[in-house]
T-cell receptor
Framework: EPEVTQTPSHQVTQMGQEVILRCVPI?????FYWYRQILGQKVEFLVS????????KSEIFDDQFSVERPDGSNFTLKIRSTKLEDSAMYFC????????????FGPGTRLTVT | AQSVTQLGSHVSVSEGALVLLRCNYS??????LFWYVQYPNQGLQLLLK??????LVKGINGFEAEFKKSETSFHLTKPSAHMSDAAEYFC??????????????FGQGTILTVHP
């Protein structure tokens, strides 16, 4: 069964460094999302992406964040200058089309900023 | 704006007992509702969904949920708990019928413990 994959499973970085989290959505899906979950808190929406552009973003998704679908299969989240408070589990999700409402999630990348 | 409240951050049941995980939502447009399960060190797996068809929705692993508009609830139930049901469960709402591109708003999660 097709699934969303994410790499790496765990990333440790120093404050101020750039990180890129990678996702491979399910191949025929058209809508892509990033969410994050800070330890002990809710899963929070970051950004949605469709037709090679951001369709919606949350207040969390500031200028330090960017997303890209560089090659038609990968979907990346970049954090330009990481802060301690960026430490969280980051989930990628994809959805096949607008009329199909369920999203399929990857296993997540745990980002630890030291 | 949408929101989800899950009553009870921890629920503990005996194996074979009824599982009831509570979820209440708030939405300004007709909602689409989901339950996801997260096993340790894994991602979020879709259990079931409500998208304005039947109000009683059946999902995987014997779970079901009933959409009650008058109570703004979407509680998750399973008649007989199994040890393998131990996990964290998340209720989520989407306004896919509105102007958003279907972002999910999650509740805070309920950790289900099943003891022998």
């Amino acid at each position: 069964e097709p699934e969303v994959t994410q790499t790496p499973s765990h990333q440790v970085t120093q404050m101020g460094q750039e990180v890129i989290l990678r996702c491979v959505p399910i191949s025929n899906h058209l809508y892509f999302y990033w969410y994050r979950q800070i330890l002990g808190q809710k899963v929070e929406f970051l950004v949605s992406f469709y037709n090679n552009e951001i369709s919606e973003k949350s207040e969390i998704f500031d200028d330090q964040f960017s997303v890209e679908r560089p090659d038609g299969s990968n979907f990346t989240l970049k954090i330009r200058s990481t802060k301690l408070e960026d430490s969280a589990m980051y989930f990628c999700a994809s959805r096949i089309q607008l009329s199909s409402y369920e999203q399929y999630f990857g296993p997540g990348t745990r980002l630890t900023v030291t | 704006a949408q929101s989800v409240t899950q009553l009870g951050s921890h629920v503990s049941v005996s194996e074979g007992a009824l599982v009831l995980l509570r979820c209440n939502y708030s939405s300004s447009v007709p909602p689409y509702l989901f339950w996801y399960v997260q096993y340790p060190n894994q991602g979020l797996q879709l259990l079931l969904k409500y998208t304005s068809a039947a109000t009683l929705v059946k999902g995987i692993n014997g779970f079901e949920a009933e959409f009650k508009k008058s109570e703004t609830s979407f509680h998750l139930t399973k008649p007989s708990a199994h040890m393998s049901d131990a996990a964290e469960y998340f209720c989520a709402v989407s306004d896919a019928g509105g102007t958003s591109y279907g972002k999910l708003t999650f509740g805070q999660g309920t950790i289900l413990t099943v003891h022998p």
